[in-house]
């Protein structure tokens, strides 16, 4: 990353960098890029892709609609029922 794009990045995002912290980004995202290139110099053809560093196993339960609660059962909680509806103030003259 250069000046100029690193400037651009602190106006786009409000940010008021000193000198020093420029320079310290600077540095960071020179190293950065030095390990990437080391890293692309590396033969990969034969490994494996990986996208997750620890093994992964979804376990997916069944979707199984279950009726935990019957409706007087829900309505035995309400402080006014009517007709199987909860009554509750009215919000809106």
Not at 58 to 87: C, H, S, V
Request: no cysteine.
């Amino acid at each position: 990353m250069d000046i100029k794009t690193l400037e651009r990045l602190q106006k786009l995002n409000q940010l008021n960098l000193t000198e020093e912290e420029t320079d310290t980004l600077l540095g960071f995202f020179e190293t950065a890029e030095k390990d990437a290139e080391i890293l692309s110099t590396v033969n990969t053809e034969n490994v494996e892709r990986m996208v997750y560093v620890m093994p992964m196993t979804n376990i997916i339960r069944e979707d199984i609609a279950k009726k935990l609660f019957t409706r007087d059962q829900l309505q035995e909680q309400a402080p006014e029922a009517m007709d199987g509806y909860w009554q509750v103030p009215r919000t809106v003259d």
